[in-house]
């Protein structure tokens, strides 16, 4: 409880304005992180590296050359870390070693998409494609390491840098608590890049930011036979057309709607002749809310309506979530003291007018893992730029990033560590 007093006492003075912050030297000392990201060699070397990542985008648990990268950047910067965490993450430590841990948390992984964009450092890897931002978030974190590095001998504690596998569907964050590598940690912080949002701003909410997000698949089967004779047989794609719609009454009818919910069937496979009434049908799709009783509840009344639907037409379903596969992501929540710390940081670095308050939206994020142990903070980082056209959406096949954002997110994510361990050092006091 005290601690979190001290914490709170120190936070009141950082949010109660730029002026007072720079007295208290704050202001200065991040003012200097991004003096020295945006220097060009420092800027040159994050750049390369993010082209080089971008080069050779790799799937989820297969980031075994990003990863080498990573190590090798690490070691070239004499920093210590554990490898290999959840196949091919890494956990780097920077300061004393002693207590609080805070950490800083990059995703590794890229996406199945082919990529669209003639340029130089187009993905050699073809149908691969760093399409969210993640090599991006990889270079940013290496480029807090570099800044933080330099002022290990000031920590006030220990910067705990996540590299971790498997972001997009994986649950790599699951995977990584699962091995115990964040074991101790304290408090966490996370970014993303946001082509939705001007390069030099950044944006969050307290609570609620993202959603909780699973996935199912289910098979109905039925009695295949000629397409003529329907009355001998079961047809499983009429239950299946049937059991589609009557989820669409889940959200429309039994959510209140101040509630966001989503059930999006995304694909269905049936048979192949126009003659033939085939023997199964197999669709699926996925399942979010912004709260995980509303996941929960949303997983159950799926598998009902689906198993009473094939029985209506006298067929019969079974319901996958894969969960064991892929654990569903619980919804993404600020805490709410995290959150304003990273504001009221990222405040002084970046000027008010440029940190705004962001909407939850129905995406999902498995940082959410990570939220649910520990006092947890993800921010979107604007990567927005007009003559670079960088306005592509995420997951795009033609999304581009303005690179201009990389020393910002990396003297962000150093400046929210510093600032985290010096408010926990009044405490000791
Ligand atoms: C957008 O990118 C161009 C080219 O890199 C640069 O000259 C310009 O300053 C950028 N604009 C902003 C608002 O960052």
Redesign the pocket.
Known sequence: MEFICGWLLMLSAFVSGTAEAVENGLGSEVGLLMDTAKEAEFFGWMRSVRRRIHEYPELAFEEHKTSQIIRSELDSLGIEYSWPVAKTGVVASIGSGKQPWFSLRADMDALPIQELVEWEHKSKYNGKMHACGHDAHVTMLLGAARLLQNKRDELKGTVKLVFQPGEEGHAGAYHMLKEGALNDFQAIFGLHVSPGM???TVGSKPGPLLAGAARFSAVIKGKGGHAASPHVGRDPVLAASLAILALQQIVSRETDPLEARVITVGFIEAGQAANVIPETVRFGGTLRSLTTEGLLYLQQRVRQVIEMQAAVHRCTATIDFMEEKLAPYPATVNDEAMYEHAKSTAEILLGQPNVHLAPATMGAEDFSFYAQKMPAAFFFIGTK?E??KSDKPLHSPFFVM?E?ALPIGAALHAAVAISYLESHAVEGL
Do not use: F, I, Q, V
């Open positions: 001007p390069t030099g730029n003559t670079l303005d201009e």
